[in-house]
């Protein structure tokens, strides 16, 4: 499956950090990590840190999948609002999945500071906003759903937003203080860096095939011939994830993207923010740390890749226009377009444990607008899924649930 399209921005902005062989020799480890891309990055440096032997591989050139494509806004707000998710898994599950991702930004940002990261990692707020007055309602009840659970928060009236950042027609929103932005892709490869330095094996261009299950370890086979044995394999595939679990999980989507030419100067108000509203699909936008506007949105089930790309251009128009709604001043002179699939849950919740059908393994799969947090989140849940110990969330972001 093609998870992008065009030109991502960090692709290009970054170009070939690394590169890694394909594995053609047969290999053993405690850990075999599926998918190189910022969840598998993840995942992989917390196996080295817990001391496992670990080895992580990808079809694709590194990261050169949907994490090449994110939009990498960091924020504990899931896609299903917090007085929403109350209702559909109780206040308990709402509550500690929202704090899990609160937690994961500043595990994030611990973790940028121990690689001696160089990807941007940034904090910022974030403001959840409405232009409709039929969601005002439903605004304010987040907004206190939120304040009650002990999030910093803060309801600001349409002058207030308006003053603050420039935009105009909105007529509420929710400020919290809990948000950041980082270069993914970049922070992907420092990861993998870092940790082959610390023994981690990588092997990209080399796709997994086959799997045969023992009672204390699996054999895989890749599509060249390799083989390697390992006591568990932990599956770091996102949406791809569809076509090889045989069940109705999670439905796919396409979302777009536009990353205008650097402007610092006009985009200064929006600096130390990340925006998204109400609308559905929901449009979304940051700035990046060379000083440029990424937005994005219009969201629509994915199609075959082909039929999406074709909607670029299209999709690019729409996104402007609304754009131009809310900074009327601004002119947006478009540099990098592109569309990546992500994909959504019942609940905005992750699917993070084991499955009946896949012996000696364990699943990280983020969707939504949280996979970056959610994979943090993941780290934990791995780790004690090797050590065979309880996760708090398991219940919650497991299987057939």
């Given at each position: 499956?093609?998870?992008?399209?065009?030109?991502?921005?960090?692709?290009?902005?970054?170009?070939?950090?690394?590169?890694?062989?394909?594995?053609?020799?047969?290999?053993?480890?405690?850990?075999?990590?599926?998918?190189?891309?910022?969840?598998?990055?993840?995942?992989?440096?917390?196996?080295?840190?817990?001391?496992?032997?670990?080895?992580?591989?990808?079809?694709?050139?590194?990261?050169?999948?949907?994490?090449?494509?994110?939009?990498?806004?960091?924020?504990?707000?899931?896609?299903?609002?917090?007085?929403?998710?109350?209702?559909?898994?109780?206040?308990v599950g709402a509550v500690k999945s929202y704090k899990a991702c609160s937690k994961s930004i500043d595990d994030l940002e611990k973790i940028a500071l121990e690689i001696g990261s160089e990807a941007g990692f940034t904090r910022k707020s974030s403001l959840y906003f409405t232009n409709e007055k039929k969601d005002i309602t439903y605004l304010y009840k987040e907004f206190e759903s939120r304040k009650a659970a002990g999030f910093q928060v803060e309801w600001l009236d349409?002058?207030?937003?308006?003053?603050?950042?420039?935009?105009?027609?909105?007529?509420?929103?929710?400020?919290?203080?809990?948000?950041?932005?980082?270069?993914?892709?970049?922070?992907?490869?420092?990861?993998?860096?870092?940790?082959?330095e610390k023994g981690l094996q990588i092997f990209d261009k080399t796709e997994l095939e086959s799997v045969k299950h023992r009672d204390d370890f699996s054999e895989v086979t890749t599509i060249n011939g390799s083989k390697i044995k390992t006591k568990k394999i932990i599956y770091c595939i996102g949406y791809e994830s569809n076509e090889l679990i045989d069940e109705d999980f999670v439905n796919l989507k396409s979302t777009f993207a536009i990353v205008s030419e650097v402007d610092e100067a006009n985009i200064s108000k929006l600096n130390k923010t990340l925006f998204w509203n109400t609308d559905e699909p929901y449009l979304y936008m940051r700035t990046t740390?060379?000083?440029?506007?990424?937005?994005?949105?219009?969201?629509?089930?994915?199609?075959?890749?082909?039929?999406?790309?074709?909607?670029?251009?299209?999709?690019?128009?729409?996104?402007?226009?609304?754009?131009?709604?809310?900074?009327?001043?601004?002119?947006?002179?478009?540099?990098?377009?592109?569309?990546?699939?992500?994909?959504?849950?019942?609940?905005?919740?992750?699917?993070?444990?084991?499955?009946?059908?896949?012996?000696?393994?364990?699943?990280?799969?983020?969707?939504?607008?949280?996979?970056?947090?959610f994979s943090v989140t993941g780290m934990e849940m791995a780790s004690n899924f090797m050590k065979n110990e309880e996760h708090p969330l398991t219940e919650f972001f497991k299987f057939e649930r």
């Open positions: 499956m093609d998870l992008k399209s065009n030109e991502p921005f960090w692709l290009v902005k970054n170009g070939l950090l690394a590169s890694y062989p394909s594995l053609k020799s047969d290999e053993e480890c405690d850990v075999l990590i599926v998918g190189a891309g910022i969840t598998g990055s993840l995942i992989a440096h917390q196996m080295i840190k817990d001391g496992y032997k670990t080895i992580i591989i990808d079809k694709r050139e590194i990261c050169n999948g949907s994490t090449s494509a994110t939009t990498s806004m960091l924020q504990y707000e899931i896609d299903v609002a917090l007085h929403q998710l109350k209702e559909k898994i109780g206040t349409q002058e207030h937003i308006q003053d603050k950042y420039g935009l105009e027609q909105t007529l509420g929103g929710i400020l919290s203080d809990q948000g950041a932005s980082i270069d993914a892709f970049k922070f992907a490869h420092e990861l993998l860096a870092f940790n082959f740390d060379d000083g440029r506007l990424l937005i994005g949105g219009g969201d629509e089930d994915f199609r075959n890749p082909e039929k999406r790309d074709k909607m670029i251009a299209k999709k690019e128009k729409e996104t402007i226009k609304t754009l131009c709604k809310l900074l009327p001043e601004y002119e947006f002179y478009t540099d990098f377009t592109w569309a990546g699939t992500f994909g959504e849950t019942k609940d905005g919740l992750p699917y993070i444990g084991t499955h009946k059908k896949f012996k000696n393994s364990y699943f990280v799969l983020g969707f939504g607008g949280n996979g970056i947090t």
